[in-house]
């Protein structure tokens, strides 16, 4: 099957699923240029799960084709959806490795939102730094001095699902380069790590922002400290 033929049906599958009533809220509320299909993400993986299954991709190569283009050519928002759950699809598990990270920082730089980027950072590039740290992290770090927004982000809360096996050095470093940044979305990532990760180690998190009182913003702060005193 073609790589054609697979972006072809998914289009295809997501037309048919449309809901055009839905659409205008949906774009609304991401602020997107480009307009929707209007089909929720329950609805898109179910339609998209055939169409996976009828057009498999046989190559390396080709996985990176399909998903780079589905997201790059994207005539409707639900397309980039449709291609991040390509890249998640259980059959391409073998193609997690650290040559898939190049894609995905593309990706995020071209998808240059929340939605897309928060997907990309925790679900599909978090998981190659976890499997293979020694590789990974070294570009992480260097996402941490990005003048991209969005690789910053990523820098900083692709750890978010690691737990226990969070590597604190790296946290600590994405956050204190990024601490004086004014940026909403670089600020919430802050919060939103360190709130993450004092489910694991409330102690420790407590005792970080606490010693960066003064660097660490509002927002950063807030956030972070959510659920501490509940854990206290």
């Known amino acids: 099957m073609?790589?054609?033929?697979?972006?072809?049906?998914?289009?295809?599958?997501?037309?048919?699923?449309?809901?055009?009533a839905?659409?205008?809220?949906?774009?609304?509320?991401m602020k997107s240029a480009m307009p929707y299909y209007g089909v929720a993400l329950p609805d898109l993986r179910r339609a998209c799960r055939p169409v996976f299954a009828d057009h498999p991709l046989s190559?390396?190569?080709d996985f990176d084709d399909a998903v780079r283009r589905l997201f790059t050519e994207a005539r409707h928002r639900?397309?980039?959806?449709?291609?991040?759950?390509?890249?998640?699809?259980?059959?391409?598990r073998m193609y997690q490795t650290p040559a898939r990270v190049p894609l995905y920082a593309d990706l995020v730089v071209a998808g240059a939102w929340w939605d897309t980027?928060?997907?990309l950072a925790s679900?599909?590039?978090?998981?190659?730094?976890?499997?293979?740290?020694?590789?990974?992290?070294?570009?992480v770090r260097e996402w941490?001095?990005?003048?991209?927004?969005?690789?910053?982000?990523?820098?900083?809360?692709?750890?978010?699902?690691?737990?226990?096996?969070t590597d604190l050095d790296?946290?600590?470093?994405?956050?204190?380069?990024?601490?004086?940044?004014?940026?909403?979305f670089i600020r919430k990532a802050i919060g939103w790590a360190l709130r993450q990760y004092a489910r694991t180690d409330p102690d420790w998190v407590r005792g970080f922002v606490d010693g960066r009182e003064r660097t660490l913003s509002g927002l950063s702060k807030r956030e972070a400290r959510k659920h501490l005193n509940a854990s206290a």
Do not use: C, K
């Open 170 to 184: 790296l946290l600590t470093e994405a956050v204190d380069a990024n601490a004086g940044d004014t940026d909403f």
């Open 22 to 29: 839905r659409a205008p809220a949906m774009q609304a509320y």
């Open 78 to 92: 639900e397309e980039r959806y449709a291609a991040l759950a390509l890249a998640r699809e259980r059959r391409y």
């Open 59 to 61: 190559t390396a190569a």
């Open 2 to 20: 073609s790589v054609d033929a697979l972006i072809a049906a998914v289009r295809a599958a997501l037309a048919g699923a449309a809901d055009p």
């Open 144 to 165: 941490i001095n990005s003048p991209d927004v969005w690789l910053r982000r990523t820098s900083i809360i692709v750890q978010l699902t690691f737990r226990d096996d």
């Open 117 to 119: 980027v928060d997907e």
């Open 123 to 139: 679900n599909l590039i978090g998981p190659i730094l976890l499997a293979h740290l020694s590789e990974v992290r070294p570009i």
